[in-house]
Structure formats: C-alpha cells, structure tokens
C-alpha cells in the first residue's frame, strides 16, 4: 500500500499530465478554429502553398537522443516521405524518420507519430567518428547530395569567432551507425554560409556558378562570425560527394553577405521602430530559390519589429531576458523573407555588392498550431522538397500530451501552387 505521501505524488503527476492533455487540446483546437490563413500561404506573386497536413514526433528515446527540445534542422529525401533529421538540441545526434499519412486536424495530440526507420545516432559529439578540435556543437543545415548526407555545423559560443571547420559528410546515410564520416571540410565563407543546403533550381542553372545555394545568419550569439541578415553562398559541394577526401577547402562564391558593419538593417534594435525586415532576434531557419527562379525565399522568426528591442531587459507581461528581447514578451511571430534573384544575379555580375541587397518582401508566416494568447510556436526548421514540389517546415514545443516535462515539436507540409493555380505535379490527376 501506497504511504500517503508516494499517493499524493503519483495522484499529482496524473492530474498534471491530463492537465497537459486538456491544454493541448484546448490550445490546438480553438486557436486554429479561429484563424484559417494557415490554409493558403501567399508569400509573394507566383510564391503560394496550401496546407497539406501535418505529423508529430513522439518524445521517446531512440538510440542516442530525442525529439523533445528539437535542434530543428532536416533534409527530405527524393521520395517525398523519407527524412533526416537532428534530435535533441543538447545531443545533437541525426535519425531518419518517415512521414505517416498527413492529417489537418486541429488537435495535435491526434496527429499521427512519425515513423522511425534510424534511431537517432550521435555523430558530431562523437570523437571515435569525426575528429572535432573546434568543437563545433550545433547542427545547421544537412541535404542528401549524390545519396550522402552533407551536414552543416558551428560551434554555439565562439567567442573569438575565428572557427574555421564547418562540415562533415556520411557517406552511408542508410547506415548512420557504422557509415564512413569525413570531415571536418572548410567552407568558403565560413559561419557566415555554413547553414542551409538547398539546390539551385533548373531555371537558374545556367545563370549561377554552382549546383548548390548554401546561407546562414546571426541565429546564435557573437555576431562578429556572422552574416548579420541572412546570407547566399553559391557552391559545387557536390563536387566533395563520392571521394575519398577526408578534409578540405569548399569553394563558395558570396551573392548576399552581411557583416556588423554592413547589416541588413542599420537598426537591429529597432529604436525607430521603423525596420520590419531585421532585428537582433531575428532567426532565419531556412533558405531555397523557389522552383521558377524568380525568388530567394527565407522562412524562420523574428520579433521586434513594434515594440523595439532591449538587452537584459524586463519586457511588459514577461521575465527578464539573458540577451536583447523585445520590450513587448508577444512581440514575436514566425516570419519569411523574400529576395529578387536577379539582384543576386547583379551581384554576380559584379553590377553589386553582395551587403546592397535587400528583401522585396518581408512579414508574418502564418503557420498552424499558433496561440492566439501565447507564446509563440517556432519555425526551426524547413526543407523544400524539389521533386514534389512541397515546403515542410518544423514547428517546436506543440504537442504537450505525451510528457508532463516535455513537449514535442509538429512537422507541416505544404504544397507549392504553380502558375495559374497548379498543383504541384505529384498532385496532378492522371489523364
């Protein structure tokens, strides 16, 4: 028999998880009652994306870490269903998943789990894989190129900003556990590139000296490393898949750089409250040239953009802040940003400099699962799927049903409209 103090612990951990069930219920189904925009995405003219469905991941251990507290980078595999992705943001290991039948209901804990094909292995924090003098501990950007799994990282906290490594590659993705891993490769460019991995459409091809578009951007403290907005490096990194190269330079080729002296913005703080493109907590997870060529486009978060931003402050209906917030504590929102391929264009033809560019468009992303009330859902992660033609993006801390200490985050996916209102190919009936 239970002593009453052992009862009272176990009749409190229970009434905590219903109310955690109970919340996320109420949480996912009256705030997207509410608000449809999710539904159909208009970035820009010819940029357009309708809401497929989504999937959750369960916050249970496989193999060396986790879903909970998700890193948020990912790489879609050609089948349009397979995926690899970064667990834990403290374990930083890599496990492939597969999508289950995407489901729209409002309500996550209904949401299907994604399927485990790889549990998760820890690469970059293992010594007896890859060496690390730099210690480089966050996962950036990954993509499968030539069926090889390249993989972007920085260090969290270098304060003197002068890392050099930025990549490794498993040569074996299909077996993360026993696979080859070379590296660390140098990129061109550094920090300031070594993020995302996306391709370079077809129908800029033969306009661009490279087969791949590799950026990043002030995401993590010491900004002197960073590009200070979000960056475009041109590359053939593909031209590393298949060798026997252990190390190595990367050539990379700037189109859009910026630095503490050249921003994006001059007023990170927003003092004026005046920029609505850029501000020191701004957050850019992801990058690709959307398939017409036309556009650069940029989905993350930011915050600032109202009520301006402050360091170490208190802000109005919030805790104090370890670094620059904004004054207002729901002043943040999922956010994208949208440039002109051309002006990368003039800048390789030497027509501009790479810190002259600037968004054609820039604003809120409305995503699903969003409190009206509450703390912002993140987007930390997004991969566009070029074969079906599908933008997921990857959502933090939604589902709250599975853990009273943790929360699991949610994977959408959306369909790119092509001209005149077409679906996407894989979607198109047969006839």
């Known amino acids: 028999m239970l002593s009453s103090k052992t009862g009272f612990k176990s009749r409190y951990r229970q009434v ?113 894989r890859i060496k690390n003098p730099q210690k480089l501990d966050r996962i950036t950007g990954m993509d499968i190129i030539e069926g090889e799994l390249f993989v972007n990282a920085v260090e969290y906290y270098d304060a003197p900003g002068d890392n050099s490594d930025t990549t490794f590659i498993v040569r074996n993705p299909e077996n993360l556990k026993s696979s080859q891993v070379d590296g660390f490769f140098r990129l061109q460019g550094r920090a300031h590139g070594a993020g ?59 189109l859009m750089n910026f630095s503490i002296k050249t921003p994006i913005h001059p007023d990170q703080y927003n003092e004026s ?21 036309k556009y650069y486009v940029l989905v993350g978060n930011s915050g600032g953009h109202q009520s301006s931003i402050g ?13 620059p917030c904004a004054y207002d504590a729901k002043d943040y929102y ?18 501009r400099f790479p810190s002259a560019i600037q968004p054609v468009k820039a604003g809120k992303l409305d995503v699903p699962f969003q409190p009206h009330n509450g703390k912002l859902k993140k987007v930390i992660g ?7 033609n599908k933008l997921w993006m990857l959502i933090e801390k939604v589902d709250y049903s599975q853990s009273e200490f943790e929360t699991a985050p949610v994977m959408v996916v959306y369909d790119l409209l092509m001209d005149k209102g077409e679906l996407s190919p894989k979607d198109k009936p047969n006839t």
């Open 16 to 128: 905590l998880t219903q109310t955690c069930l109970m919340l996320s219920l109420l949480f996912t189904f009256t705030t997207q009652a509410k608000d449809p925009k999710y539904q159909h995405i208009k970035l820009i003219d010819g940029v357009e994306f309708t809401y497929q469905g989504a999937f959750r991941f369960s916050t249970e251990t496989t193999g060396d870490s986790r879903m909970a507290y998700a890193n948020g980078p990912f790489t879609v595999l050609p089948n349009g269903k397979d995926f690899y992705i970064v667990g834990h943001a403290q374990h930083q290991a890599i496990a492939e998943f597969s999508a289950p039948e995407l489901e729209k209901t409002r309500s996550a804990p209904k949401l299907p789990f994604a399927i485990v094909k790889q549990p998760f292995v820890n690469i970059l924090k293992n010594g007896r």
């Open 196 to 254: 995302w991995i996306s391709e370079i459409p077809d129908s800029v091809a033969d306009k661009l000296p490279g087969t791949y578009l590799l950026g990043y951007a002030n995401n993590y403290a010491i900004n002197s490393r960073f590009s200070i907005g979000p960056s475009a490096f041109i590359s053939n990194i593909d031209g590393f898949a298949g060798l026997d190269d252990k190390n190595g330079v990367i050539p990379a080729h700037a």
């Open 273 to 293: 409250k005046k920029n609505d493109v850029w501000t020191e907590v701004s957050y850019a997870a992801y990058g690709f040239i959307e398939p017409s060529g």
């Open 311 to 323: 360091y170490k402050i208190k802000p109005e209906n919030g805790k104090r802040c370890g670094g």
């Open 334 to 351: 999922n956010y994208y940003w949208i440039f002109a391929v051309e002006d990368l264009l003039a800048v390789q033809n030497k027509e």
């Open 382 to 388: 997004a991969d566009f799927d070029y074969v079906n």
